[in-house]
Nanobody, 115 residues
Framework: QVRLVESGGGLVQAGGSLRLSCAAS????????MAWYRQTPGKQRELVAV???????NYGDSVKGRFTISRDNAKNTVYLQMNSLNSEDTAVYYC?????????WGQGTQVTVSS
């Protein structure tokens, strides 16, 4: 059974930082692309960052230069370091694991940035 468990969300002041973690089980972690998405009510889920099994990284335009994605294959965990947070970063953040043709989602963790 595949499980993706996000943690690290919470309430932070504008300009602050948070580090999200996503612990995976039930998959061959190092062969999966790992990504962070976020979603606010009434909007589509948005790609924040992806780190591929090859370690190639891509970021969404709105987080470039502020967020850093990384992975620890030994711990089956992907991280999202979020700096210089602003109110527009408020969302539920989801972890996704992909290996064609399958993908799996975590349950999400809330990030709220107060101005």
């Amino acid at each position: 059974q595949v499980r993706l468990v996000e943690s690290g969300g919470g309430l932070v002041q504008a300009g602050g930082s948070l580090r999200l973690s996503c612990a995976a089980s039930g998959i061959t972690f190092n062969s999966h692309d790992m990504a962070w998405y976020r979603q606010t009510p009434g909007k589509q889920r948005e790609l924040v960052a992806v780190i591929r099994s090859s370690s190639i990284i891509n970021y969404g335009d709105s987080v470039k230069g502020r967020f850093t994605i990384s992975r620890d294959n030994a711990k089956n965990t992907v991280y999202l370091q979020m700096n210089s947070l602003n109110s527009e970063d408020t969302a539920v953040y989801y972890c996704k694991a992909s290996r064609f043709p399958f993908s799996y989602w975590g349950q999400g963790t809330q990030v709220t940035v107060s101005s």
